[in-house]
């Protein structure tokens, strides 16, 4: 139990996977699983590294793990051009590093596809540094934004910002492929731009550390260290992200509860004999009705919103997260926007769900052609809010492909896109490793 809750400290809060129902599907939510990651593979393939810089402000560092050369470049390209459509959106003042590898899961991590689904990869922080926020609450924030604020003396940095690892079992298509984008196959550069946007911080902390499969109840991260004796609890932490959290209805910020739910630290004291002994007391406490609330609150649809700061505290800037899903879905819920509002929209790329047979152009295409690329207008708000800089133009830096047939009124684009995601059976689903 001590290793269990370890471990979530460690990675759960910021770590994403994305795992597609494989095959034929009705019911794309059916086939969530949830399934960690051996980070030491990074190690094991270090020297079949290679280092690729674009314009040095965002480094792939690329691992392929596969004998096939013209799928390990073609990665390589995808991993690359993602970087370049972020480093077109925000300056960055010192580089981010990503740790990159390609490879089949199933051989080397022993996650193997079965009839309904397989693990396509994910990304996610490689490192999280808890900071003292300007309201005086203490936050996680991702090494990559914490490279971008102003600091007299910077905190010890790891290696790498952001960890991404990718499945070459996964049917993907490649810009550059020669032939369209089949019914069944996934545009590489989509789903690795979606995993590195959650790389950079746009992920909730609120989530049941308790019972990941049932959820019960939703808290920020536990912070817990284990002594001698017991351990000990330090409360409740959230994630940069959850601190521009408000409830739709009123405008009040999730903050607050969180602050409400950490008034145990002082009611009953950080000592307890074991992890079990602190579920005990939490779950029996007055503050555990403040966390069932959230969890009601996060299966209700448009309830929580994210309030950008050039908001001027006007509720309808706010933008609307993912809280359709019932029960609540680690990983889906919360850390994405709402897929019925900002699907066929400009904003459509941190939605939970992506369709295959559609490329990233054909998104921007069917979106409207948004002049500022993949990254929506609401999504730089996101991480314009959460500390980054983003740039006032975007320069394309490549012509994503469209396979799309050709549509010219806005309202007829919206009658195709219905038509295509009732044709296409399979689904990709964003979801948390645990
Ligand atoms: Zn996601």
Same mark, same amino acid.
């Given at each position: 139990m001590?290793?269990f809750?370890? !471990?979530?400290? /460690?990675s ?8 597609f129902?494989?095959k034929?599907?009705s019911?794309s939510?059916e086939?969530?699983k949830?399934?960690s990651?051996?980070?030491d593979?990074?190690v ?6 290679k ?12 691992t ?16 690359? !051009?993602?970087?370049? /459509? ?17 490879y089949d ?13 397989i693990?396509a ?5 490689a490192?999280?540094i808890?900071l003292t ?13 914490v490279k971008q604020l102003?600091?007299?003396?910077y ?8 960890s ?5 079992e ?8 020669n ?9 590489f550069?989509?789903?690795v ?9 746009f ?7 308790f019972?990941?499969i ?8 536990p ?24 409830f739709?209805?009123?405008?009040d ?7 409400k ?5 002082k009611?009953?004291?950080?000592f ?5 002994n ?7 406490s007055?503050?555990?009705q ?11 649809p448009?309830?929580?919103?994210f309030l ?8 309808s800037?706010?933008i609307?997260?993912?809280?359709t899903l019932?029960?609540f ?5 919360l ?7 900002y699907?066929?929209?400009s ?5 939970y ?6 490329t ?7 979106s ?6 993949p990254?929506?207008?609401?999504l730089?708000?996101?991480l ?9 133009s ?5 012509i994503?492909?469209?396979s799309l047939?050709?549509?010219?009124a806005?309202?007829k ?7 295509i995601?009732i ?5 990709l ?6």
């Amino acid at each position: 139990m001590i290793n269990f809750i370890k !471990s979530i400290i /460690i990675s759960i809060a910021f770590f994403i996977i994305i795992i597609f129902p494989y095959k034929t599907s009705s019911s794309s939510l059916e086939f969530h699983k949830k399934i960690s990651i051996n980070r030491d593979d990074f190690v094991k393939r270090s020297l079949k590294s290679k280092r690729t810089s674009l314009n040095n402000n965002f480094q792939i560092i690329f691992t392929c793990g596969i004998d096939d050369k013209k799928l390990c470049d073609n990665a390589q390209k995808g991993f690359e !051009s993602a970087g370049q /459509i972020i480093t077109s959106t925000i300056s960055f003042k010192n580089p981010i590093i990503v740790n990159a590898s390609f490879y089949d899961f199933c051989k080397t991590d022993n996650q193997c596809s079965n009839d309904n689904e397989i693990v396509a990869g994910g990304a996610s922080p490689a490192k999280i540094i808890t900071l003292t926020d300007n309201d005086g609450i203490k936050r996680n924030y991702p090494q990559a934004l914490v490279k971008q604020l102003q600091f007299e003396r910077y905190p010890d940095f790891g290696p790498f910002d952001i960890s991404a690892k990718f499945n070459s079992e996964v049917n993907y298509w490649f810009e550059g492929d020669n032939s369209p984008i089949k019914s069944d196959q996934t545009d590489f550069i989509l789903i690795v731009l979606h995993e590195f946007i959650h790389g950079l911080g746009f992920v909730s902390s609120w989530n049941d550390f308790f019972n990941f499969i049932n959820p019960q109840e939703l808290t920020p991260v536990p912070s817990v260290a284990i002594i001698n004796s017991g351990i000990s609890f330090n409360g409740f932490i959230e994630n940069i992200f959850d601190k521009y959290l408000i409830f739709l209805s009123s405008g009040d910020s999730i903050t607050n509860i969180t602050t409400k739910i950490n008034t145990i630290v002082k009611e009953k004291g950080n000592f307890y004999q074991s992890p079990e002994n602190f579920i005990i007391t939490f779950k029996s406490s007055t503050q555990y009705q403040q966390s069932q609330m959230m969890l009601e609150i996060a299966t209700t649809p448009f309830s929580l919103g994210f309030l950008p700061n050039n908001a001027a505290n006007n509720l309808s800037n706010a933008i609307i997260l993912e809280t359709t899903l019932n029960p609540f879905k680690t990983g889906s819920s919360l850390g994405h926007v709402d897929l019925k509002t900002y699907a066929n929209t400009s904003d459509f790329l941190m939605t939970y769900i992506q369709n295959s047979g559609m490329t990233l152009g054909d998104y921007i295409s069917i979106s409207g052609n948004y002049t500022g690329g993949p990254i929506g207008p609401k999504l730089r708000q996101v991480l314009g809010t959460m500390g980054y800089d983003i740039k006032e133009s975007y320069f394309s830096p490549f012509i994503p492909s469209v396979s799309l047939k050709k549509v010219s009124a806005t309202t007829k684009i919206s009658n195709n896109l219905d038509s295509i995601i009732i044709i296409l059976p399979i689904f990709l689903i964003f979801n948390f490793i645990i």
